[in-house]
């Protein structure tokens, strides 16, 4: 099997960290808010597990069930205490999947949705998490500057140099433009203050952001 990049399964996690800037340190970070914030006799969910890495690497809690789910069949490695599925985002939870989860993420998925599917997967996953539970988000965005963003943008090509070609950097950038629906900071952040208590910036890298939302 693979994926949009064209490359083996095995391949993929070295791929995103050769995309996005410090996104290991996001990892880290979420790894570390996912194991202090969930709850015991809860669930987490992970929405677009890709490969199913970011849970295989977090610490866990003994009553704690944790859950993968993508639409792409990633041929999963067997992971003590982490069941996969392979379904779609919405679909998992419209049929309450999410139903006790105290930690639900989506790691750079809803920007591949439809906004009024991403919108809806955020309500739902609201009204699935426990009193106290997280939602936590991570997506790159369009930047309220255009000037701004345009310096970003060629800052991430140059860095991108580092570790791909000039034509693999434009293939990638020609298959993402025909799949991936960037919101603005402020229209994500906006949507995210609307059904959650409190939504907190925890990491930002360029044009990539990751937030917090607490119930």
């Given at each position: ?156 090509i140059q ?50 952001v990751c ?5």
């Open positions: 099997m693979t994926n949009f990049f064209n490359g083996p399964v095995p391949e993929f996690d070295d791929h995103i960290r050769k995309s996005i800037p410090t996104v290991d340190a996001m990892y880290d970070l979420c790894q570390g808010v996912t194991y202090a914030l969930s709850q015991e006799r809860t669930r987490v969910v992970d929405l677009g597990c890709s490969t199913g890495k970011f849970l295989r690497d977090t610490l866990k809690r003994a009553t704690t069930t944790y859950i993968g789910v993508d639409f792409v069949d990633w041929q999963w490695e067997k992971t003590p205490r982490v069941t996969f599925r392979q379904e779609d985002a919405l679909t998992f939870l419209r049929d309450g999947g999410a139903k006790d989860t105290s930690v639900v993420l989506s790691l750079c998925t809803l920007q591949f949705m439809p906004f009024s599917k991403r919108n809806e997967v955020i309500r739902r996953v609201y009204d699935w998490l426990v009193e106290g539970g997280i939602f936590i988000l991570a997506e790159k965005v369009h930047l309220p500057s255009a000037g701004v963003s345009e310096v970003v943008e060629r800052s991430l860095w991108k140099r580092k570790n791909f070609t000039d034509a693999e950097i434009l293939d990638k950038s020609v298959k993402l433009a025909k799949s991936m629906r960037r919101n603005t900071f402020e229209g994500l952040y906006t949507t995210m203050q609307e059904h959650f208590d409190s939504v907190n910036i925890v990491w930002a890298n360029g044009a990539f937030m917090v939302g607490v119930k």
